[in-house]
């Protein structure tokens, strides 16, 4: 590996401490903003430098009329009702778990889902890497505190943040014939405005419990660190990095977001992470070794 190539891996290492530490301070956020509302200013606030960043570097911002409702179904389901579940996973479980639950089985999922979108065979590699991630995942849930506590709010953080899993898996191969024709920042421009325009109904209620002129100093952070670093900064430096790198190391990754998450919990809400939640981890990591090495020898 070269000098650059160290870069870049420091490029992916920083983006995805970004994401996880981003856990806390969403839920440092969520003392003064609805969820909705703080999701909205996030993707809100990011659209007109995407648009901008897409018109610098491309010459133009269009998409087709058939894209664009294609896109706005992403938007809806990939921003609108992901992000609002993200939010709420935070608030109700602990971070570890929110991390764990809605990261580490994204990319296992879309590679057991890819078949369902690019007619591959599903082989018995991918079903015992899926079996590896389930037992992960049940590990993570049983650890992390409440146990298996159906009535719970822990519990409806832990099934929201399982699905942020499964639908960010789907969400990702939806997107994914639309990058044969435009580029990763033009659909992500698009879906963002999308998805931003469908959460707007639901803040009405909240911007008036919001006291604007009294927000401090962490507040504004909150704002700056979602809008600027963990949305269009990190947006940039992850794809830039993840084509130098390649997409399949890339994702390995992404299991530095619930390091720094687990980190953020416990200096900041003296949170504890469990063996059995480490273990977890380990068992949805393997999986997605596991998988990864079927498409390096098909490779």
């Known amino acids: ?41 996030r993707f809100g606030l990011a ?17 087709s009329f058939k894209a664009a409702m294609q896109l706005m179904a992403i938007g809806l389901f990939g921003v609108t009702g992901l992000e609002i579940a993200v939010m709420y996973s935070i608030q109700y479980t602990t971070l570890a778990n929110a ?27 991918l079903i015992v890497g899926g079996i590896a991630a389930m037992a992960g995942v049940t590990m993570v849930i049983v650890g992390g505190g409440a146990g298996i506590d159906l009535s719970g709010r822990n519990m409806l953080g832990n099934a929201l943040a399982f699905a942020v899993s499964l639908v960010g898996a789907l969400f990702n191969l939806a997107c994914m014939p639309l990058m044969r024709t435009y580029s990763a920042l033009r659909v992500s421009a698009w879906f963002i405005l ?33 809008v600027i670093l963990c949305t269009v900064v990190a947006f940039i430096v992850w794809n830039v990095c993840m084509y130098r790198v390649g997409a399949a190391r890339a994702n390995f990754f992404r299991y530095v977001v619930p390091a720094a998450a687990v980190a953020a919990g416990y200096v900041w809400f003296d949170e504890r ?27």
């Open 1 to 41: 590996m070269g000098s650059k190539q160290y870069w870049y891996v420091a490029g992916l290492v920083a983006v995805a401490a970004i994401w996880g530490t981003n856990f806390g301070v969403s839920r440092l956020a969520m003392g003064t903003f609805d969820p909705a509302l703080f999701t909205f200013l």
């Open 47 to 63: 659209v007109p430098f995407f648009f901008i960043l897409l018109k610098l570097k491309e010459g133009s911002v269009g998409v």
């Open 99 to 125: 991390s764990l639950l809605n990261v580490a089985p994204w990319p296992i999922f879309a590679a057991l889902f890819a078949p369902l979108f690019f007619r591959e065979p599903i082989s018995k590699r």
């Open 194 to 226: 999308f998805g931003s325009l469908f959460l707007f109904p639901l803040t009405l209620g909240s911007w008036s419990k919001v006291d604007w002129a009294g927000l401090d100093s962490a507040n504004w952070f909150a704002i700056f660190y979602n």
């Open 273 to 299: 992470i469990t063996v059995w939640q480490i273990a977890g981890a380990v068992c949805m990591a393997a999986g997605l070794i596991w998988i990864s090495m079927e498409k390096k020898r098909n490779g």
